[in-house]
């Protein structure tokens, strides 16, 4: 047993000598594991990139990398389908990357916001925003990886036109779509009490030729209003 195991690994002296190892196991395929000359480490690949650890898994059926802590474990899975990342704490899951992008979390998401982070900061017209709002199209609709999941909202291409915000026209940031959210709810406030001014002002018109009417039937005088 010795003997064969010795001669199993007597490929390697002179991929040591030129400054790189391949896997021991004669049986494996081409590039099965590589480690460089500088340390990085290759699977699947036969020029890992400079990262430590590189894993092509273009080449293989499938690939599994996992933490099996029983409290707290991941797994990261890539087959023919795609890729998936998935996070357990005490059995129950907690957040999956699917391999058709859907993230799923089981707490919230928290972006940045924090004022010391921005530049650039402008007043908007809250009324201007709820124009562009109700102006665009609110359609419901199903991705076409994902046809049986239905939702709703407005085409990143439409929401782009309307506001130019955002890194690209074929995406919505979530930040974005909550900020147009508020401002247009500030420009409605700004419009209901706009007319309940203008109603509170009616009113008070409306009181004085009521107290005028009374005043001058009263007096029995003729009235005509027009």
Do not use: C
């Amino acid at each position: 047993m010795a003997t064969d195991r010795f001669i199993r690994l007597l490929p390697l002296v002179g991929l040591l000598a030129a400054g790189m190892v391949h896997a021991a196991d004669m049986a494996s395929p081409p590039n099965s594991l590589v480690v460089d000359e500088i340390g990085n480490i290759g699977i699947g690949t036969a020029n890992p990139t400079q990262t430590g650890l590189h894993i092509n898994a273009e080449d293989f059926p499938g690939l599994r990398m996992e933490d099996t802590n029983t409290s707290n474990n991941w797994t990261l899975v890539h087959n023919g389908g795609g890729a998936s990342l998935i996070h357990q704490y005490n059995g129950v899951g907690k957040s999956r990357l699917g391999a058709t992008g859907n993230l799923t979390i089981e707490g919230f998401l928290s972006e940045n916001s924090d004022r010391s982070a921005k530049e650039r900061i402008t007043r908007l017209d809250v009324g201007a925003v709820l124009d562009k709002v109700l102006a665009m199209p609110i359609t419901e609709w199903s991705y076409k990886k994902d046809a049986a999941v239905r939702h709703i909202g407005p085409m990143a291409q439409d929401f782009h036109a309307a506001f130019g915000v955002g890194a690209t026209d074929t995406k919505i940031a979530t930040l974005d779509t909550s900020g147009v959210a508020l401002a247009a709810i500030q420009g409605l406030n700004e419009r209901l009490q706009k007319k309940n001014s203008e109603i509170a002002q009616l009113q008070q018109e409306l009181a004085e030729l009521r107290a005028m009417v009374q005043t001058l039937t009263a007096k029995g005088q003729m009235v005509s209003l027009r």
